[in-house]
């Protein structure tokens, strides 16, 4: 079964960094688009970033662009969110997504907060 496991949130000030992981497995990891969402609270889920396969092109939302870059290591099964210059906005669940499966991860929590 597709298991899709996030990790690395945390509590960070505005400003600073930080760099979800998410663990991919039961399918064949570069073959398939990868995709970050986040939801903020009392707010619609997002779509932050996405990238489509190895080589492939990348997109983000106009609100992260030049602050966040998404990557994946196919060898580790695994995509990432790299977060640079945090904004309390930034506050929200992130999610790990697979369009083509439509498979969700659990989340983890990113609080951007002084």
């Known amino acids: 079964q597709v298991q899709l496991v996030e990790s690395g949130g945390g509590l960070v000030q505005p400003g600073g960094s930080l760099r979800l992981s998410c663990a991919a497995s039961?399918?064949?990891?570069?073959?398939?688009?990868m995709s970050w969402y986040r939801q903020a609270p009392g707010k619609g889920r997002e779509l932050v970033a996405i990238?489509?396969?190895?080589?492939?092109?990348?997109n983000y939302a106009a609100s992260v662009k030049g602050r966040f870059t998404i990557s994946r290591d196919n060898a580790k099964s695994t995509v990432y969110l790299q977060m640079n210059s945090l904004k309390v906005e930034d506050t929200a669940v992130y999610y790990c997504?697979?369009?083509?499966?439509?498979?969700w991860g659990q989340g983890t929590q990113v609080t951007v907060s002084s």
């Open positions: 997504y697979v369009p083509r499966l439509a498979s």
């Open positions: 039961g399918f064949t990891f570069s073959n398939y688009a």
């Open positions: 990238i489509t396969t190895v080589g492939g092109s990348t």
